[in-house]
């Protein structure tokens, strides 16, 4: 059983970092919310031994990018609350942002927040999505062509 | 990207779902949106409401006068001092406390001092959805009585008189801190009791105030250029046959969070407990101010220790032997004594993986949690039926997943219960792991 004091530390160390990582693969206010939920619970119910902040921070990312995987394949994930209009309001140019980095596909989403907001190296990144370096290393390459096609400012 | 950052950087969990959050955590399931229409309305109502009462509440306030809620009227007395005023001369018995006691009596205001009357403003959350949060310190914490002395030198009083004009006038003192594991201070606190009347003061150095009932619609109102949140209830909680009203406030005083709680029949007294605290301590008195806190307990309860200082304990003989690939995250021993210790905590990690243990030492008359196996008994069949391999465990890697358990092993007269938890390994490496014996 996790002690109160260290879950509530936990939670207000890592919310906003996993609610921002959820809400930019989901697009989606509330289920970024819940997605948040089910990666603490989670946590909860595993209890994982982490050594520092940093590997927490990697297992909760782990375990909310795939409870977002998830969501999106639900047949009956509720598709209610777009981003742009149910978070603070944004620039012209912080709206195009948004725009490109929401119509990548999730996975692409996923790498692009992980790498461009997060900080995270590929190495990192491909340890929690679960998936090889070599092929995070091309999507990133992939999205970055992507991305300078639809935005105008310097990558 | 630059820009893509710069929204993100604003984008955040709101505070109604992060009570969401909480309330899942301590429920164990999800808690979903199903309310967050009557919250987004509750939101907006409350932020009027808070609009309202900032506005309404401490007009023209009259810094360093004392107050009385209930009437606008000012009492026919003398007006309090003034912020820069020095503090007032001891009374003959102001003086007479022992420093050295674990309580103290606060003596009447000094003379010439008296509370102005003027009304305190709260939403009353009566009847109001409330989730309950229960803290507790970390496992190993200690918790001291405070003496009188500490007492003062926590509120920078030179006399118990001072405190007086906290509106404690009567009230008996009695404190108490808690001391972490690391050796840092969590929290000290004084209670104050009067008849059926009471008040409780805690401070959480380093963080934000622990608040047990949290309810949904808490104002939060500028006070002296601090945010506080406050409300009351009026409720019978003890159980009298007549209500008692539970003033509460909770606020930051630089990065220490600060709880308070006021509670009598007299909701004109449970008022002014409150406003005077707020007064205080938001800057309004010039000699009143958080002070000293007290010293954290001299010896820790508990201490982190190298792999081989456990195993050199009595307990040591029964620590496990991990897989080479695992790394000790952490080892500790609680409640040492010159000779043994009652419990001793290892984990190690690989990964994602893990092995934790708990050992702890029950002498002859103490009861220990019932064990699940025999320690020789332990082998992959039993492993393989206790546990199971999960292929995707809510995101997490594939792996053997086992639920807690725990064994016994004799020492001298008492008995070690160990209790396992473990991830990611195979009930083979499990089985070679642990000791038989």
């Given amino acids: 059983m996790t002690d109160p004091n260290r879950l509530e530390l936990l939670v207000k160390t890592h919310e906003q970092t996993l609610y921002r990582a959820a809400a930019a693969i989901l697009g989606d206010a509330h289920e970024a919310e819940d997605a948040v939920q089910d990666a603490f619970l989670a946590w909860l119910e595993k209890t994982p031994s982490c050594p520092d902040a940093a590997h927490e921070r990697a297992w909760l990312l782990r375990v909310t990018v795939n409870g977002c995987k998830s969501r999106l394949r639900s047949p009956w994930r509720r598709r209610t609350a777009p981003l742009p209009e149910s978070y603070p309001a944004a620039t012209p140019e912080e709206h195009a942002a948004l ?12 790498t692009v927040h992980l790498f461009y907001y997060e900080g995270y190296q590929t190495a990192e990144i491909a340890a929690i999505l679960g998936e090889r370096e070599g092929t995070v290393r091309s999507r990133l390459s992939r999205c970055r062509k992507k991305l300078r096609d639809m935005l105008t400012d310097d990558m | 990207m630059r820009d893509y950052r710069t929204y993100m950087d604003r984008v955040r969990l709101s505070p109604m779902a992060h009570l969401d959050l909480m309330e899942a955590l301590e429920t164990g399931s999800p808690r979903r949106s199903h309310r967050r229409g009557l919250w987004a309305a509750g939101l907006a109502a409350c932020l009027v409401l808070a609009a309202a009462i900032g506005w309404s509440l401490w007009p023209a306030s009259d810094p360093g006068a004392a107050l009385l809620p209930g009437s606008a009227d000012p009492l026919p007395a003398p007006s309090a001092p003034s912020a820069s005023a020095p503090a007032p001369e001891p009374s003959s018995y102001a003086q007479s406390y022992d420093p050295e006691a674990l309580s103290l ?11 102005t009357m003027e009304g305190l403003v709260l939403p009353d959350l009566t009847g109001q959805p409330c989730v309950t949060v229960c803290y507790a310190p970390l496992a190993g914490s200690t918790t001291r009585d405070l003496t009188a002395q500490e007492m003062l030198d926590l509120f920078s009083a030179s006399r118990p008189d001072n405190l007086a004009l906290l509106g404690w006038e009567g009230f008996t003192l009695t404190g108490s801190c808690t001391t972490l594991p690391d050796g840092q201070l969590f929290s000290a606190a004084v209670r104050g009791s009067r008849g059926s009347s009471s008040f409780s003061l805690t401070l959480f150095p380093g ?4 608040v047990e009932e949290q309810y949904e619609h808490v104002p939060a109102f500028d006070k002296n250029g601090m945010e506080v949140t406050a409300y009351f209830l009026r409720e019978d909680r003890d159980g009298d046959g007549g209500p008692e009203y539970h003033y509460r406030a909770h606020f930051l005083y ?17 008022q002014l407990l409150l406003k005077e605290v707020l007064r205080v301590f938001t800057g309004e008195h010039g000699f009143l101010a958080f002070g000293a806190l007290p010293a954290p307990s001299a010896r820790a309860a508990s201490r982190e220790v190298t792999l081989e200082e456990a195993a050199s304990t009595p307990m040591g003989a029964f620590l496990p032997t991990p897989p080479r ?3 000790l995250s952490r080892a500790e021993l609680t409640g040492e004594t010159d000779t043994q210790c009652r419990q001793l905590t290892a984990g190690w990690a690989h990964g994602y993986d893990y092995v934790e243990v708990s050992l702890c030492l029950f002498p002859p008359y103490a009861k220990p949690p019932a064990p699940d196996f025999e320690p020789g008994d332990l082998g992959t069949e039993i492993l393989s039926a206790w546990g199971a391999y999960v292929e995707d ?27 396992y938890t473990i991830k990611g390994l195979t009930p083979e490496e499990v089985a070679r792991a642990i000791p038989a014996a």
């Fill in chain 2, 207 to 210: 963080q934000e105030p622990l």
């Fill in chain 2, 325 to 327: 690939r695992f790394t």
């Fill in chain 1, 99 to 110: 725009d490109a980095v929401l119509s990548l596909p999730p996975k692409e989403r996923a």
């Fill in chain 2, 105 to 115: 009596l606060v003596p009447a205001l000094p003379e010439g001092y008296a509370f």
């Fill in chain 2, 393 to 419: 465990d809510a995101g997490d890697v594939p792996g053997w997943r086992y639920p807690a358990f725990t064994l016994h092993y004799p020492c001298g007269d008492s008995t070690v219960a160990a209790t």
């Fill in chain 2, 254 to 270: 630089g990065d220490m969070g600060v709880s308070y709680q006021s509670v009598s029949p007299d909701e004109g007294l449970s």
